[in-house]
């Protein structure tokens, strides 16, 4: 059933239907389709459009084209354009003519702007679901090794000591901030269009805030122009799931460093690597390595909305149909990658022999200048003495630690023999028990502050 045959002396081409249709894709918002037509023949009902029996005649039907779909043995008939004419052929085929009465006052420029919507809310949560479970995974991981010590890096340089709960915790933010990225598209998507009808507003009195309450939409859209060609919602969910891709690369990428052999601090388990079809020894971390690629495409589908949407014309135009397949991309790549992602941290074994190796003495060397300045030196002058500690241990091809005391006193007289409880590096992590400090101390709270937000 074609639904807009009536003013054409030809039918559609063989090539324009398959290059036209999109039943292939936008079947899967077979149910959003189906509530929204439920919702819209009781408005039509309560408007006095339809009689209550004409109503209910409609969502009967429209229950058992739901019921089909379901059980799978819903078929596609060959005019099936969209999922929209799809629902619609088949009701009219179980209910008979008073099915033609179900698309009155609507069209489907405003339909498939209420499905997307109905859609995207349910999809968006899912995300957020399986970005928690990655968070719950870091917040273990950092709960076991709240104090185990590794070198930081700036610039990939041995900086100063850390924790790994805090490092492994500096991954959590961006997944929470993620979070709330992905709850702001959410708000963007709870908005009713339903009754904006082709572009001018439905010419039938239907009570809009009646259907935003029986969908579940917490608003209704005030300009049916704009209303009908409103994707921002679609590229507002794209973007949180390209940021979502980005911190899981992050991540990724600094954990195939990390389990490389001359790095050697985790251990991907083997449930998560792969082998090599000509190398026996080899072990590798394909999944952190197609996370990490995976990130470009969603950027991309980002990237690729946009530029379809920039030069449309307000109202609805064919264009939009290639809203859905990035969207639907996206949230399937990350069903996929955000599980893996979450086994991968829960099952990381962490080596903190190998990270312990990695505490030469010169990661100290701001807490040398840290005892000086509470010596009294101003830190510019204590951070010039300390270089001169680290030149004069570098000349021996020793560590700063291993200068005798006498040797710092040559280049300070502040120095004295209280030096040796700047050498430490537990002492290096207690000291930094500040908010947000790498302290143990401070990353048990850190891990309470995020437990916090995870649960508000
Ligand atoms: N399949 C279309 C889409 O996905 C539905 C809306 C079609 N509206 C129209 N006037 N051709 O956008």
Redesign the pocket.
């Known amino acids: 059933m074609q639904l ?1 045959g009536g003013r054409f002396a030809k039918s559609a081409d063989q090539l324009l239907r398959q290059f ?4 292939s894709f ?1 079947q899967r918002m077979w149910r959003e389709d189906i509530d929204g037509s439920i919702a819209w023949a009781q408005g039509l009902a309560n408007a006095n459009v339809l009689t209550q029996v004409e109503a209910d005649t409609l969502v009967d039907g429209l229950r058992q084209v739901a019921a089909e779909w379901e059980q799978e043995n819903f078929t596609i008939a060959a005019g099936d ?5 799809a629902n619609e052929r088949r009701l009219t085929e179980l209910v008979g003519s008073v099915g033609g009465k179900l698309h009155t006052g609507r ?3 405003d ?2 702007a209420t499905d ?1 919507r109905l859609w995207a809310k349910r999809a968006i949560s899912a995300v957020i679901e399986q970005v928690t479970e990655v968070q719950s995974a870091i917040i273990s991981s950092a709960e076991r090794h709240h104090d185990t010590p590794l070198p930081g890096y700036t610039h990939m340089q041995h900086a100063q000591p850390v924790t790994w709960g805090h490092w492994i915790m500096s991954h959590f933010w961006p997944l929470e901030r993620d979070r709330r990225r992905l709850q702001a598209a959410f708000d963007s998507a709870d908005e009713l269009p339903l009754g904006s009808a ?1 572009l001018a507003g439905t010419a039938f009195p239907i009570d809009r805030d009646f259907l935003a309450t029986q969908l579940g939409f917490s608003r209704i859209s005030q300009n049916s122009l704009d209303a009908v060609s409103n994707r921002d919602f679609v590229a507002d969910a794209l973007y949180a799931c390209a940021m979502v891709g980005v911190h899981l690369s992050r991540l990724s990428e600094q954990l195939i460093i990390f389990s490389s052999q001359e790095f050697g601090f985790v251990r991907v388990d083997d449930a998560y690597s792969t082998g090599s079809s000509l190398m026996p020894q080899k072990k590798n971390p394909d999944t952190l390595e197609l996370t990490r690629g995976k990130s470009g495409r969603l950027i991309g589908l980002l990237v690729g909305l946009m530029v379809t949407l920039k030069g449309l014309p307000s109202t ?1 135009d ?1 264009d ?2 290639e ?2 397949e990035g969207v639907f991309n996206a949230v399937d790549t990350l069903a996929i990658v955000l599980p893996v992602m979450a086994a991968v941290v829960e099952t990381l074994q962490i080596n903190a022999d190998k990270m312990a190796g990695q505490l030469e003495a010169g990661l100290l060397a701001t807490d040398l200048a840290d005892y000086l300045v509470k010596k009294g030196l101003p830190f510019r002058e204590a951070h010039h003495v300390v270089g001169a500690v680290v030149q004069a241990a570098e000349d021996r091809n020793i560590e700063i630690t291993d200068l005798a005391l006498a040797d710092l006193q040559q280049i300070s007289d502040l120095f004295s023999d209280d030096v040796t409880a700047a050498f430490s590096v537990a002492g290096s992590l207690a000291a930094r028990n500040v908010v947000g400090g790498t302290a143990p101390a401070a990353v048990l709270q850190q891990i309470e502050a995020a437990r916090r937000c995870m649960t508000e």
């Open positions: 807009w036209n249709d999109s039943i936008d354009e969209d999922i929209h004419t069209s489907r420029n339909q498939v997307f082709a609805y064919k939009l149909q809203d859905k």
